[in-house]
């Protein structure tokens, strides 16, 4: 696929994303997030990025989710009670909390998606590479740092669907993993765990041994296919990042 966002040099883009995490934590209001989630919505539609598969993304962290609102639900009890039974407190100040907690969480893994959906993992490697650079001075393993990082961007989903594999064949051998207490679901994830880590150490050890068929030495005199290079499309980017930016900055200042 190809687009605006595609064509953007990935040392960009991964600063751009940095930007736009520190702009949703910048925004202390619902007002500074729907900004960011306007934000979210222009940059999906010019990649041409399905938003499926944004909310696909949002799967594995629903847990995640689910857990943070009930946190947030529960115990900040200020502000006008809604409903109280017994300890169980939930007032205004806590379903506001809540709402906002996870609107943030899912605008951070939207937009951080977006980044690994329009950059393919070598060029995100690279780029990597090339703002960690730097580092060399001080002797520090850049180009190791950034392949190891980039592997395990590359294997989340490859764990994720192992993950639901192993789940269905557990359940097809008789397997509870959703009634009972927390005690007993936990118990019950061992028989997944232990498939899981010995299937992820299998393949670490099959990756290891094709890279060094192939001769991989690290960084060391490696040259590249394609050359990073910053072009009009970066600077546009970086320009409507920050009026973005301005924009929750000038929101937080107005008295609501």
């Not at 980039?150 to 294997?155: P, V």
């Not at 269905?168 to 118990?187: F, H, N, P, Y």
Request: with cysteine; proline share 4%.
């Amino acid at each position: 696929m190809e687009s605006p966002i595609h064509k953007m040099d990935a040392r960009f883009k991964i600063l751009l994303t940095g930007v736009f995490i520190a702009m949703l934590f910048y925004g202390d209001s619902i007002f500074g997030l729907v900004i960011g989630a306007l934000f979210v919505v222009i940059v999906t539609y010019v990649s041409k990025i399905s938003f499926t598969m944004l909310v696909k993304s949002i799967k594995p962290i629903v847990p995640i989710l689910i857990f943070t609102g009930l946190l947030n639900l529960f115990f900040l009890q200020d502000g006008e009670v809604y409903f109280h039974w017994k300890f169980i407190k939930i007032t205004q100040y806590g379903v506001e909390t809540s709402v906002f907690m996870l609107f943030r969480i899912i605008l951070l893994v939207c937009g951080s998606s977006l980044l690994t959906y329009t950059t393919s993992p070598i060029v995100l490697t690279d780029a990597i590479e090339s703002l960690l650079k730097p580092l060399k001075k001080i002797k520090m393993p850049v180009h190791e740092l950034a392949m190891m990082m980039t592997i395990a961007l590359r294997f989340i989903p490859t764990l994720i669907e192992e993950t639901d594999k192993i789940m269905c064949a557990q359940k097809s051998r008789g397997a509870d993993l959703e009634t009972g207490g927390i005690v007993k679901r936990a118990k019950a994830l061992l028989p997944i765990l232990i498939p899981l880590f010995v299937s992820a150490f299998r393949r670490a050890e099959e990756l290891a041994t094709a890279m060094e068929c192939r001769c991989y030495h690290g960084g060391e005199g490696r040259t590249r296919l394609k050359v990073l290079k910053s072009t009009y499309r970066d600077y546009i980017g970086v320009f409507v990042t920050l009026l973005f930016f301005a924009a929750i900055i000038i929101i937080n200042k107005l008295p609501f």
